[in-house]
């Protein structure tokens, strides 16, 4: 299995910056892809970013590329979402997901932490 837990949201105004923190234990090593992903309230859970366990291979979803960069650290067992130009609409929970098999589904999740953007 593998755990995950994330940290860094908050209160930020549009415009500004945060960076979330994703912890991941336990077989991290059998992790084919990592990804953020976010729900607002009364609305579906949405993709953010993903990126490759083993590589540089990342992937955005079109609402964030350009402002939001999805990395890891595999010597700390780390993914980071480094989020700029925040806007309202970013407000969420946000969640990091674990994917042990290509084209898989995302078997691990954690807790998520929230972020708001105020306008």
């Known amino acids: 299995q593998v755990q995950l837990v994330e940290s860094g949201g908050g209160l930020v105004q549009a415009g500004g910056s945060l960076r979330l923190s994703c912890a991941a234990s336990?077989?991290?090593?059998?992790?084919?892809?990592a990804a953020w992903w976010r729900q607002a309230p009364g609305k579906e859970r949405e993709f953010v970013a993903t990126?490759?366990?083993?590589?540089?291979?990342?992937a955005y979803a079109d609402s964030v590329k350009g402002r939001f960069t999805i990395s890891r650290d595999n010597a700390k067992n780390m993914v980071y979402l480094q989020m700029n130009s925040l806007k309202p609409e970013d407000t969420a929970v946000y969640y990091c997901?674990?994917?042990?098999?290509?084209?898989?589904?995302?078997?691990?999740w954690g807790q998520g932490t929230q972020v708001t953007v105020s306008s």
């Open positions: 997901a674990a994917q042990m098999t290509p084209g898989g589904e995302y078997t691990y």
């Open positions: 336990g077989r991290t090593f059998s992790t084919y892809r």
């Open positions: 990126v490759r366990w083993s590589g540089d291979i990342t």
